[in-house]
């Protein structure tokens, strides 16, 4: 079984995957970020450094694809590659900040290497507002986050949305503006009984 847990920065998402593999003897699978050697540059000059670092993350996140359809484990995945693709890379490319061309050729190595791959078996989507995600970033306090702008986490708000609206498999959407489901049982507990209403039937 494969759960993936999409979401904007700052929606909870690594939080989320880690309680829930706790929860339900998951395997997680966390995004490459404090390994990644190109996030630090890339908050201070994105248009240098997006192509670069969308490959290192389509990399990474192939590999996590390849290990979770040879394993026999469950596993929760921390963002998948198809938010990664639908979502960072297309804001990244109507940003200006990718030209055509690498757009081009980071869409046609995507389709090559994802077209023996199957989508999770529950998708659960973190919605936030704008609002809500920066008090997050600041609270979180990452150094190479502070400098991120409203104009860019709108626009991946906005692409989380077409991207959520066209998504054919099955999903879960989680209003998470006014849950603490860290600190709060109860909220977690509201999430757990969704999760189980839509992978086993209960409730």
Same mark, same amino acid.
């Given at each position: 079984?494969?759960?993936?847990?999409?979401?904007?920065?700052?929606?909870?998402?690594?939080?989320?995957?880690?309680?829930?593999?706790?929860?339900?003897?998951?395997?997680?699978?966390?995004?490459?970020?404090?390994?990644?050697?190109?996030?630090?540059?890339?908050?201070?000059?994105?248009?240098?450094?997006?192509?670069?670092?969308?490959?290192?993350?389509?990399?990474?996140?192939?590999?996590?694809?390849?290990?979770?359809?040879?394993?026999?484990?469950?596993?929760?995945?921390?963002?998948?590659?198809?938010?990664?693709?639908?979502?960072? =890379?297309?804001?990244?490319?109507?940003?200006?900040?990718?030209?055509?061309?690498?757009?081009?050729?980071?869409?046609?190595?995507?389709?090559?290497?994802?077209?023996?791959?199957?989508?999770?078996?529950?998708?659960?989507?973190?919605?936030?507002?704008?609002?809500?995600?920066?008090?997050?970033?600041?609270?979180?306090?990452?150094?190479?986050?502070?400098?991120?702008?409203?104009?860019?986490?709108?626009?991946?708000?906005?692409?989380?949305?077409?991207?959520?609206?066209?998504?054919?498999?099955?999903?879960? =959407?989680?209003?998470?503006?006014?849950?603490?489901?860290?600190?709060?049982?109860?909220?977690?507990?509201?999430?757990?009984?969704?999760?189980?209403?839509?992978?086993?039937?209960?409730?």
């Amino acid at each position: 079984m494969h759960i993936g847990v999409a979401g904007n920065i700052g929606a909870g998402k690594t939080s989320l995957t880690r309680m829930l593999a706790e929860q339900y003897g998951w395997v997680p699978r966390f995004e490459s970020v404090s390994d990644n050697p190109y996030l630090e540059d890339y908050y201070k000059d994105i248009p240098r450094w997006s192509f670069n670092l969308e490959m290192y993350f389509l990399v990474r996140r192939l590999e996590d694809l390849r290990a979770i359809a040879e394993g026999d484990q469950a596993i929760i995945q921390d963002r998948t590659i198809y938010e990664g693709v639908n979502v960072f =890379v297309r804001n990244n490319y109507e940003m200006g900040n990718l030209s055509d061309r690498d757009f081009a050729t980071y869409m046609e190595i995507f389709r090559t290497m994802t077209s023996v791959t199957k989508a999770p078996d529950l998708m659960i989507y973190l919605r936030c507002s704008v609002p809500h995600l920066v008090g997050q970033i600041q609270k979180r306090g990452r150094g190479y986050e502070q400098s991120i702008s409203l104009e860019y986490l709108s626009g991946l708000n906005r692409l989380y949305e077409e991207w959520i609206a066209q998504y054919e498999h099955p999903l879960l =959407v989680i209003e998470a503006d006014d849950l603490d489901f860290v600190n709060n049982p109860d909220d977690f507990a509201k999430i757990k009984d969704r999760i189980d209403a839509c992978l086993y039937g209960l409730f």
